[in-house]
């Protein structure tokens, strides 16, 4: 594999792809075909934790790892793509920002109209032609997808009498994956930190601690770490507000959060996708969706619309501002519960309870028997000791892996889960439950999968 490759990967510096060449070097002398090298670099670049000890690739994995390396974009073209330019009087910062853009690696050919001016990445007025890439995000929607995100923070914020510092110190703690919005989020706020949720947890409250942010977005899966580590005495933060989102926010963690912290806890619902597609609001119950950037459908298993108090099995959303990328009645298999009425002081949008899970995490175990993960974890978020869980689906009950802070009984949580199948209709049930050191997360959005079906991986 030729440098050039390397870097249209995301190696885009020397050192980087210095490492990827010795790494291919010894895979090809240990018989590895270019195809599988390409694909397994892929995936390393995607998410490096898992290759850290690999046998060709192991120093390039730790050395992607690193929060510092991460922040890399690309490296520059030798010589800019070219692009015509129509008019004389076009802004100077709109002609600087066409000049970056044509340094782009992907980048081809470009153009710039008489009307250019300043925008997000890309002039407004700005034509680029790339290849072997796609940029959704170029011009205005890139803005847009900002300025949704931050203006329900905002109201909610002023809302609740939060006056949020200036310079803000913001970190998300989330997927280190570029693909992925919080990481990209993350590179496009001043003052905002990336740190992959995948970093070893010593590494992470390191980290905080150096930083000291305002302000930390976050899975809803690392909001009992922030507990454990403030009340071990290794975590010396003080945010004023915590982003919680990616993942269910589950029973008792709002409280956790506030028994170390004077900080508000804003709920997110969204997808990369789409973006924010509900948020708290208020004092009031549930999240507001965000019904005048997207139409949200929810429907039931038939499709049909579903009414205030009914759990939807699914949504159709359609964004109104994506015109790079369109989508039209784009699923999300999410369970959500539509609430009754608008808030009264809020925002004339309709209301859906907290996210409850994905239909894809529902257990069928067949002759109609289907088991709602909440089976699961009522009990097990019921033991405090348990600061992580995952549950794989079995053909006569489930196999659970749990991280715990002590020793709890094991036997009187299996007896329990077991009658909660029982009382759902699977006939003799059988659960086995080990202690673990550590859940691996998702290679793609590094979330927390607490339940697989059989069949998924």
């Known amino acids: ?59 390039l994995a730790r050395q992607l790892a690193r ?46 109209m008489p009307d250019a001016h300043v925008g997000y990445g890309l002039p407004i007025g700005g034509v680029l032609a790339t290849e072997g890439a796609v940029i959704p995000y170029a011009e205005d929607e890139w803005s847009h997808f900002i300025s949704i995100n931050m203006r329900w923070i905002l109201r909610w914020a002023t809302h609740r009498g ?31 930190h990336c740190l992959p949720i995948t970093l070893p947890r010593a590494e992470i409250v390191e980290r905080l601690n150096e930083l000291q942010p305002t302000s930390i977005a976050v899975y809803s899966s690392a909001l009992r770490m922030f507990h454990e580590e403030t009340r ?53 119950r549930g999240l507001c969706l965000n019904e005048d950037i997207a139409i949200i459908e929810l429907v039931d298993d038939e499709s049909r619309p579903i009414e205030p108090g009914e759990r939807a099995s699914r949504l159709y959303v359609t964004p109104l501002l994506h015109r790079t990328l369109p989508l039209f009645r784009y699923e999300i298999t999410d369970e ?47 033991r405090p000791e348990i600061s992580a869980y995952q549950v794989r689906q079995t053909p006569r009950g489930a196999e659970i892996r749990i991280v715990a802070d002590s020793e709890l009984d094991l036997a009187s949580l299996e007896c329990d889960i077991e009658a909660g199948l029982r009382g759902g209709g699977v006939p003799h049930p059988e659960v086995r439950i080990q202690h673990t050191d550590a859940i691996a997360r998702t290679a793609n959005g590094q979330k927390l999968r607490r339940f697989v079906p059989v069949g998924a991986r």
């Open 336 to 382: 959500v519960t539509l609430l009754d009425a608008p808030t009264r002081d809020g925002p004339p949008v309709r209301r859906i309870d907290h996210v409850a899970g994905r239909v894809d995490e529902i257990f069928d175990y067949g002759r109609g028997v289907i088991i709602h993960p909440i089976v699961f974890r009522s009990p097990l978020t019921k």
């Open 1 to 59: 594999m030729k440098r050039k490759e390397l870097i249209n990967l995301g190696l885009g510096t020397r050192e980087l792809s210095d490492l990827a060449i010795a790494g291919v070097r010894s895979a090809a002398a240990a018989g590895f075909k270019k195809s599988a090298m390409r694909r397994l670099l892929r995936q390393l670049i995607a998410d490096p934790g898992p290759f850290a000890e690999h046998q060709h690739f192991g120093e």
């Open 232 to 284: 071990a005495g290794r975590l010396h933060i003080q945010p004023q507000l915590v982003i919680a989102g990616g993942e269910p926010l589950l029973e008792g963690d709002t409280e956790r959060i506030h028994e170390i912290w004077d900080a508000g806890i804003f709920d997110v619902y969204g997808s990369s996708e789409i973006g924010m597609i509900a948020s708290s609001e208020g004092d009031s």
């Open 67 to 112: 929060p510092e390396v991460a922040r890399t974009a690309f490296t520059p073209r030798r010589d800019p793509a070219p692009y015509r330019r129509w008019g004389a009087d076009i802004d100077d910062q709109a002609v600087r920002q066409m000049d970056n853009a044509c340094s782009l690696p992907v980048s081809a050919l470009g153009a710039l």
């Open 162 to 192: 939060i006056e949020l510092k200036n310079p803000p110190v913001m970190v998300h703690l989330q997927s280190g994956v570029f693909t992925h919005a919080s990481a990209l989020l993350s590179r496009a706020r001043p003052g905002a």
